[in-house]
T-cell receptor, first 114, second 111 residues
Framework: AQSVSQHNHHVILSEAASLELGCNYSYGGTVNLFWYVQYPGQHLQLLLKYFSGDPLVKGIKGFEAEFIKSKFSFNLRKPSVQWSDTAEYFC????????????FGSGTQLTVLP | EPEVTQTPSHQVTQMGQEVILRCVPISNHLYFYWYRQILGQKVEFLVSFYNNEISEKSEIFDDQFSVERPDGSNFTLKIRSTKLEDSAMYFCSGRAEETQYFGPGTRLLVL
């Protein structure tokens, strides 16, 4: 069975600080990787995704993530956060060949102080 | 841009009552899913649905749960006899190619 770990439960940053949120997954086969964001009171929105190819993927709102296969990691980064980035961030994977249901990490609450 | 919609946004029910949560996926999606998130816990997969039948379900999805897509648009999750531990946020999603798009969720509170 696949699993996803997000080690940071709550991150607090000041505006303009750089962000890196960790995500590690456990699965023996090929996976697709996702980061979703949930702004307060809103639904899960796709930030970015990795299926294959260039391991550095760029998403919306200046976010990017790097897939490191040897480390089973897919960390999310942003060079300079804004107050509006305050939200909960979820890493998720789905496995090739299944019904493609997502397995989520426990989420990281990011608070950006103005 | 089309979005997945869910109704109701909030539902309060008594233990033992039946609830039906509704979802309207985006029209070109073929795979549909229900997930739930108990307060303070992970988002968990419940069930996937394709071609008018369940394609996969988790151990959470027991006989108390059922899904259907009766009219080709609404995708419903029914909980026959709710328990206190069913209190959670329930999310519907539809999949286009490899990406799932989520609805805003229904917050279910069982008293």
């Amino acid at each position: 069975a696949q699993s996803v770990s997000q080690h940071n439960h709550h991150v607090i940053l000041s505006e303009a600080a750089s962000l890196e949120l960790g995500c590690n997954y456990s699965y023996g086969g090929t996976v697709n990787l996702f980061w979703y964001v949930q702004y307060p009171g809103q639904h899960l929105q796709l930030l970015l995704k990795y299926f294959s190819g260039d391991p550095l993927v760029k998403g919306i709102k200046g976010f990017e993530a790097e897939f490191i296969k040897s480390k089973f990691s897919f960390n999310l980064r942003k060079p300079s956060v804004q107050w509006s980035d305050t939200a909960e961030y979820f890493c998720a994977v789905n496995a090739h060949g299944s019904a493609r249901q997502l397995t989520f990490g426990s989420g990281t609450q990011l608070t950006v102080l103005p | 841009e089309p979005e997945v919609t869910q109704t109701p946004s909030h539902q309060v029910t008594q233990m033992g009552q039946e609830v039906i949560l509704r979802c309207v996926p985006i029209s070109n999606h073929l795979y549909f899913y229900w997930y739930r998130q108990i307060l303070g816990q992970k988002v968990e997969f419940l069930v996937s649905f394709y071609n008018n039948e369940i394609s996969e379900k988790s151990e959470i999805f027991d006989d108390q749960f059922s899904v259907e897509r009766p009219d080709g648009s609404n995708f419903t999750l029914k909980i026959r006899s709710t328990k206190l531990e069913d209190s959670a946020m329930y999310f519907c999603s539809g999949r286009a190619e490899e990406t799932q798009y989520f609805g805003p969720g229904t917050r279910l509170l069982v008293l």
